[in-house]
């Protein structure tokens, strides 16, 4: 189906945003987010031309903190900081969710979406810290500080993956299956008991856990590979 001119500038102004939206993926609070979020609504009202953005951005640029902030890491807090004092920054927001709604645009499912997975991969990663860096200090203690052994770096992911599973609720029936079949005496300390022999990555309850885990931290900006590094 061919697209109206409005549904094209809207494309536009979304794709044009796209960089400022990904900054959730840096984000380690929801104050964090909210920033991110009102960043790419005042980026879209810009690049829509609408008539709110007049007025919020002579509040910023009338705004001392933010000049005072210019080219420091502070300057999009307080650039947003200053934008939402407008008198008109609500008006702004329900304009560009209007504008959105007229092309068939969820601004607000599309924003709840990646908040949601932001924030619910954060209190995993928080959760499973602990145990993460347990097992990375008995992986340096075993080689004595050098490389450790591949497999065992494998075997220690494996519960770092379960124990981040446990703060995911979507996930909650394949750590039950997981926890069966690695005979685990407590779900919560998959360390107690631990038989290295039953946490065999080729069963077939594994695979679900593991997909599951890492979309969650797909769906929070992340990755496996780069959360086991921080």
């Known amino acids: 189906?061919?697209?109206?001119?409005?549904?094209?500038?809207?494309?536009?102004?979304?794709?044009?945003q796209r960089g400022t939206l990904a900054g959730f993926a840096s984000c380690s609070s929801k104050e964090e987010l909210h920033f991110v979020k009102d960043g790419f609504y005042l980026g879209?009202?810009?690049?829509?031309?609408?008539?709110?953005?007049?007025?919020?951005?002579?509040?910023?640029?009338?705004?001392?903190?933010?000049?005072?902030?210019?080219?420091?890491?502070?300057?999009f807090q307080r650039t947003i900081e200053a934008a939402r004092k407008s008198e008109r920054w609500s008006d702004l927001i329900e304009a560009v969710k209007a504008k959105a709604a007229s092309v068939g645009s969820?601004?607000?499912?599309?924003?709840?979406?990646?908040?949601?997975?932001?924030?619910?991969w954060l209190g995993a990663a928080s959760s499973a810290h602990g145990i993460k860096t347990m097992l990375k200090t008995g992986l340096e203690n075993q080689c004595g500080g050098g490389v450790p052994m591949e497999g065992d770096v494998s075997d220690a992911k494996m519960i770092w993956m379960y124990a981040l599973s446990l703060s995911i609720p979507s996930l909650k029936k394949e750590a039950d299956a997981w926890r069966k079949a690695a005979n685990m005496r407590d779900a919560a300390r998959p360390l107690v008991g631990y038989n290295a022999e039953l946490w065999d990555p080729r069963k077939v309850e594994w695979a679900p856990l593991?997909?599951?885990?890492?979309?969650?931290?797909?769906?929070g900006g992340s990755s496996i590979e780069e959360a086991w590094r921080l």
């Open 106 to 120: 969820d601004l607000e499912e599309i924003w709840m979406t990646l908040e949601k997975g932001r924030l619910e």
């Open 44 to 75: 879209l009202a810009s690049d829509l031309r609408l008539d709110e953005y007049d007025s919020v951005r002579e509040k910023i640029v009338t705004d001392t903190t933010v000049a005072e902030a210019t080219r420091t890491e502070n300057s």
């Open 1 to 16: 189906a061919t697209l109206t001119p409005d549904e094209i500038e809207f494309t536009n102004a979304f794709n044009n």
């Open 210 to 219: 593991d997909r599951g885990v890492q979309h969650a931290a797909e769906r």
